[in-house]
């Protein structure tokens, strides 16, 4: 049977997480020049390269299957180690979830694992329709994703459905829409995405109005300063009901379309690994977001 070359996957790992030869080098406390000798024996003992050389390096499918084993087998050891007398070092465990689970429930979620200190948590944050892309890569443990897709190796619970609502500020809409949220306001109202990713507003923009063409935006990737900038006046956007009830009850935002949402369901996908800080991380999300999101059938 072939050894495993746990260093040259090591070697792998370092380098698509920190994205360059010489930070992979500086984390594992080796040289660049021994980074790369690991890589390529690792590479000629796969029989294929796993890496291009771009800038980022990006993982081949080879590669992205590699580091997925890779870090599977950690979680798996670390686990190990610390049921073994004497404890060992922490757990590491990524997720990556959708800014605005981020900014609203995901806190709840993971205070627990988080505050008892033997279970390091890195939190990833991209659009919930390609999250899923970093758990397929091997990237993360799990994710909060709107896609149903499953992933080989990896199960799924349906966590429920985040609302949205097209809000504003008051003096934004008078401004803008004296005549309300229309097809023909929308092609020269300012709005607010979060970045290129984000087709929500798009989807509401063409679902409530029909029209499907451009219109000006501008483009912030905070949840919080979204929230801050609408209700400032720069645009109108899609804010989750979690987020922006408070400003619709005090009055600084208004909602543009009233009775009218958009409705985005929330899968976690996460690898078939069964250890006590995974069974509790995803125990803990599932019956978090569960509370906090909406769980009765859409009526649409």
Known sequence: ???????????????????????????????????????????????????????????????????????????????????????????????AVNADSAATWLQEAITPLMLRGDCMLHIRMDDQDHTLSMLREGRVYGCVTSESAQVAGTSSTPLGRMRYLCVASPAYAQRWFPQGMTAQAVQTAPVLIFDRKDALQQRYIAQYTGYTGSFPHHAYASSDGFLRFVAAGFGYGMLPVLQCAAGLRDGTLIDLTPGHYLDVPLIWHRWDIDTPYTRQLSARIIATAQRWLLQEAAPH
């Open 1 to 95: 049977m072939k050894q495993v070359d746990y260093r040259g996957l090591a070697a792998l790992d370092a380098i698509i997480e920190y994205g360059n030869f010489d930070k992979a080098a500086a984390a594992l406390a080796i040289t660049q020049s021994a980074v790369s000798q690991r890589l390529r024996m690792l590479e000629h003992s796969a029989g294929e390269l796993l890496i291009v050389r771009s800038q980022p390096p990006v993982p081949t499918a080879a590669g992205q299957r590699l580091i997925a084993h890779y870090r599977q087998v950690r979680l798996l050891e670390a686990a190990l180690l610390q049921a073994a007398p004497g404890g060992a070092p922490t757990v590491e465990i990524a997720i």
